[in-house]
């Protein structure tokens, strides 16, 4: 039944255009209310354009108070610089686990800082 339909699908895919795709998407690191989430979109929307689909970019302000559909409200963009994590007590397990530097998945959307000394 659905053959007919998926059959032009599957002419059209190419795992190699998937692969890049993802991989440029990937280096965006577009977690919500970032700029690289704007660059992701905006890296999709021309996707769409250069295969002829209609598609355009909205924004709203990520301000912490605006809410966009049946979301709560936005976060306030930001961009980490650096971060790490670290085990700091007892003293004797004390080391560095991961930092931003080394793995950009290391942290996590909408981390904050903890307090003063860990």
């Given amino acids: 039944m659905f053959r007919d339909l998926l059959a032009p ?3 059209e895919f190419s795992g190699k255009r998937a692969w890049r795709d993802v991989s440029q998407l990937w280096q965006f690191r ?3 209310t970032t700029p690289g989430l704007r660059e992701a979109c905006r890296y999709c929307v021309e996707r769409f354009k250069e295969n002829e689909v209609a598609a355009r970019l909205d924004s709203y302000p990520a ?3 605006t809410r966009y559909g049946f979301s709560g409200p936005l976060p306030l963009e930001w961009e980490a610089r650096s971060a790490t994590l670290s085990i700091v007590k007892p003293k004797e397990e004390a080391r560095r686990l991961t ?3 080394e793995e ?3 942290l ?3 981390s ?3 307090p003063k000394g860990g």
């Fill in 104 to 106: 950009a998945l290391s």
């Fill in 30 to 32: 577009n977690t919500v």
């Fill in 99 to 101: 930092s931003y530097e």
């Fill in 63 to 65: 301000d912490g108070r």
């Fill in 112 to 114: 904050a800082a903890t």
């Fill in 9 to 11: 699908i599957a002419r």
């Fill in 108 to 110: 996590s959307c909408r």
